[in-house]
Each structure stands twice: as C-alpha cells, then as structure tokens.
C-alpha cells in the first residue's frame, strides 16, 4: 500500500509528507515532520501533552489521523515563540516556575493560548476548567493557574 | 505495513457507496474520539476508514423552517456551544454535549460520533432521547430516519444497517414554556464516564406539566427512554408526589452492572435522584422561556 502524500500548513509554512492511512498527526509531527515539541504522554486523548491548533480549534494530535491535515492549518508550540523572543505566557511559565519535568509543558501552553485567545479574561474556575484535559504529574497545577492568570492580566495591560 | 485505506469523500453518496462496499471492515471517521483510541488499543482494525467530515450536509448546524434544529452527526461540541441560538433553545442538549471530554475532545467529538461508538454512558443521547431528536441515515437503500432511542442495540452495537452512515439529528419545535437539562453523576467534576446519566425535556402550561421525555444513561445495555417517568409528570404541577412516582419509574427502569463506578444499588439509587433534580432544571429554564 502506497504512503498518502499530504499537503498541509503548519505554523504558517506550507508543508508536505508522506504517511501511513492510520498515522495520527501526533506520528506525523514527530517523526517525518521533526516537530518534537508535541509530546506523546498518552496517545489516548487523556493527557493534553500533544495538543495543537487544527484551523485555529484546540485538539490532541493523538486522535487525528495526519491525512486529516490535507488542506487545513495547523499550528504547534514550535510556532509559539517569534525567533529568540518567548510568547508571554513561556516567558511567566518559566518566571513562576509553572513546570518541573517538563512533558506537560507545550500542551499546556498551546491550550493556554488558545484559552487567551477567545477569552483575554479568564477567572480561576474557567483556566481549570479549560485545562482539565492537561495532565500534569509535577507541580500540581497550582503554578500553571497562576502563571495563565497573570500572563492574561500582563496581556491585557499591554493592551490598554 | 497495514493495508488500511483512508478516503474523505465529500458528497454523501460517495462516502456511502465506498462505505458499502468495503462491507464490515470499514469504518466512519467523524472526531475520530473514539475510533482512533480504539485503532490504538487494538481492538478495531479497520481495512477502510471513510472521514466524513467534507460533507457539508455532516457538519452543518440550520434552524429548520419550521423552527426545530437540523444538527450535522460529525458537528463538534466547541462548534454547536458557539451557535447563536441553538443552546438558548436547547440548553439541555448543549450542556450534555458539552460535558464529552476535555476542551480538546470537545474540538472533535460529535454527537453523532457518541451515538454510533453505543456506549451506554454516552453523555448526549439521553438528552438527545429527551429532546425527541430523530436522526436521519443514509444508506445503499436510500435515507430514513428512525428517534434517537432507536439506534443503540447494546454496548459498542447499532440499528444501523450494512453500509448506513447517520447523517444528521433533527430537534423538534419548542412550544413557549419548554426546558430541557441533562445532568450526570461521576465522582470527579470534569473528564470522567457517567455512573448515571438523565436527561429531561418538558412542556410547562400555567404550571402544569402539558409533555416530558425521560432519557436514562448509563444503567441499563443502552441508553433508555423512560416514559413511565414521563407519564408521571405530564399532568402534574411537579409537585413532590409527582417527582417521586418519577423518581421510581427510573429506579425501576434500571438495569445497570456492578463495576468500580458505582454499585447496582447505587445506580438505581442515583437514577431517581437525578430525575427530581434534573427536572428541577428543566422546569426552571421552562419558566423563563
Ligand atoms: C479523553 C476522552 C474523554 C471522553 N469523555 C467522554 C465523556 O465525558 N462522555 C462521553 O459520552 N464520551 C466521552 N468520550 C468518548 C468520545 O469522545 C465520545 O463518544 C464522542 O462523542 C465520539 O464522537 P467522535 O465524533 O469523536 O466519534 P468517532 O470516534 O469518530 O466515532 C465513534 C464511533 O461511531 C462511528 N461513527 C461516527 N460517526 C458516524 C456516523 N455519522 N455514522 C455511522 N457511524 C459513525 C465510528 O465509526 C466509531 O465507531 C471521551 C473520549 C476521550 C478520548
Ligand atoms: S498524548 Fe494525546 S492526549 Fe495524551
Ligand atoms: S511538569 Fe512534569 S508533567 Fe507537568
């Protein structure tokens, strides 16, 4: 059986590869694609470590098979930084200690980022509720939360 | 090497025809939420895997002429809560789909998805079943339709024939004075399996409950429509002899496992006190319509 040849984008560059039917985009990005940002802690849709942006949409690049990339955008940690400068929410991740090991740590931010990004004003309750689907086994959350609320309030300061 | 095929048709027909004739080693593709774990653990070894969210018919979200709702079955929960008017209309459904997994989940898993996977715990169709939903399929033989309640056959097992792909879920009119809340129990308050699940759906006429539908989750084979329980509030002010005579309609209705969520005496427990809150809820949003 042939491999599928698919053309996709990702973090704004078009980008194409070759995979299996049942590669998931999560084998896609770490493998032929060397994007090794995206972490596998589960590879069951449970963990949140290999989240990314179909289309702008939060979801696990676990459960999505790579030929589904064909034709839409994907954007991933790797696409997170602008060169040497760390998005706002990296830069207080590391200020706050807001990781340990860190194989949570990508999914988080690309979830906390797109948290942001459709809600600048997130009370406590809903950045746990938006990130209940990322498992952390180290800091115990506590840090993460705090690290999202205030990067929200930075970003919104250097708004005004 | 695997001689698996992927193929993401965009018309109806196609997809249908390809499903067809790849008989039962094929399987549909919407969120891929539960099919992709199940690839991953072995359990499903598709030869042809039919993705059938290019069809627009699929994913699509209309108000129908006559004032119901036509959802596509591959629609993602993210995609339905941010409808202008579909969870002010029934905000039961919305919330019931929208308690299926994590945010990311929500990205992908579909209703249609969740109906066709036949868990009996799957969070939407009780409150699908409550809703009166009737899904429309597709088949080599044509379209059909057939309520909600028909589908599931048993855990992991349809109505659907060889070949059928379920198109879409159609939502009835709402009559002023109409509510609907779907709640469940599960010991955590985000990312778990229900122990039991219910959705009601009813009618409220100068107080007086005119109609309701009961849909119960997670203790019985399949998802079930209760409507002893409804019949014990359609005529009633839901007063407490009446959330009662309900509240054991769906204890009776139970026929749920032991397992390590909850035991069968608990389930049956649960069932009923379910029932009374969440028709509570649906009573009060009935109200303020
Ligand atoms: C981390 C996690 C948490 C979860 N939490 C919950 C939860 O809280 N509550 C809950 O109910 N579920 C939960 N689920 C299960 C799953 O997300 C839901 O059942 C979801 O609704 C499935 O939808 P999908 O679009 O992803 O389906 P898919 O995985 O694409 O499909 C599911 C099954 O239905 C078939 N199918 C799909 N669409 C059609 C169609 N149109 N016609 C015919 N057959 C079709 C597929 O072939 C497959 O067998 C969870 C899953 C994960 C991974
Ligand atoms: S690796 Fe995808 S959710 Fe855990
Ligand atoms: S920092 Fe180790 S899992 Fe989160």
């Known amino acids: 059986m042939a491999k599928l040849h698919v053309s996709t984008t990702i973090n704004g560059e078009p980008m194409e590869f070759l995979c299996e039917p049942n590669d998931t985009m999560l084998d896609a990005l770490r493998g032929p694609l060397g994007l090794t940002g995206s972490k596998e802690g589960c590879a069951s849709g449970d963990c949140g470590a290999c989240s990314i942006l179909l289309d702008d949409r939060l979801v696990c690049s676990c459960l999505m098979l790579s030929a589904e990339a064909q034709g839409h955008e994907i954007r991933t940690i790797e696409g997170m930084a602008h060169g040497e400068k760390l998005h706002p929410l990296q830069q207080k991740f590391l200020e706050m200690a807001a990781l340990q090991c860190g194989i949570c740590t990508s999914g988080m931010l690309v979830a906390s980022d797109a948290l942001l990004k459709k809600n600048p004003q997130p009370s406590e309750e809903e950045v746990r509720f938006w990130l209940a689907g990322n498992l952390c086994r180290c800091t115990g959350y506590d840090k993460i939360v705090r690290a999202v609320l205030e990067t929200a309030q930075d970003m919104r300061e250097a708004r005004n | ?289």
């Open chain 2, 1 to 289: 090497m695997t001689d698996i095929r992927y193929l993401s048709p965009s018309t109806l027909d196609e997809a249908v025809s390809a499903f067809a004739a790849a008989g039962s080693a094929a399987r549909i593709l919407a969120g891929g939420t539960d099919l992709l774990v199940q690839m991953r653990a072995g359990s499903v070894r598709p030869g042809l895997i039919v993705d059938i969210k290019k069809i627009s018919e699929m994913t699509a979200i209309e108000e129908t002429a006559d004032g119901g709702f036509r959802v596509g079955a591959a629609v993602p929960g993210a995609v339905l809560a941010e409808h202008p008017r579909f969870g002010k209309v029934w905000p039961g459904v919305l919330e019931a789909v929208n308690l299926i997994g994590s945010t990311q989940v929500q990205g992908r898993a579909s209703a249609g998805g969740n109906l066709c996977n036949s868990s009996p715990a799957a969070d939407s169709v009780p409150a699908m079943i409550a809703a009166g939903a009737i899904v429309t399929v597709a088949g080599p033989n044509g379209r059909r339709e057939m309520p909600v309640e028909a589908v599931p056959a048993g855990p992991g097992r349809t109505h659907l024939k060889p070949g059928e792909i379920l198109v879409s879920f159609t939502l009835p009119p709402r009559p002023p004075g109409s509510g609907d809340a779907y709640l469940r129990m599960i010991p955590r308050t985000e990312m778990d399996i229900a122990v039991v699940g219910c959705g009601v759906s009813l009618t409220l006429k100068g107080g007086v409950c005119t109609t309701a539908r009961v849909g119960l989750g997670a203790v019985a084979p399949t998802v079930l429509l209760v409507e002893a329980a409804a019949k014990a509030l359609v005529g009633s002010k839901l007063d407490d002899a009446a959330l009662s005579a309900a509240a054991s309609a769906c204890s009776a209705a139970c026929r749920p496992i032991d397992d390590k969520r909850g035991t069968i005496a608990y389930r049956t427990k649960i069932a009923g006190v379910l029932l009374k809150r969440t028709a509570a809820i649906a009573a009060q949003r009935a109200g303020g319509n």
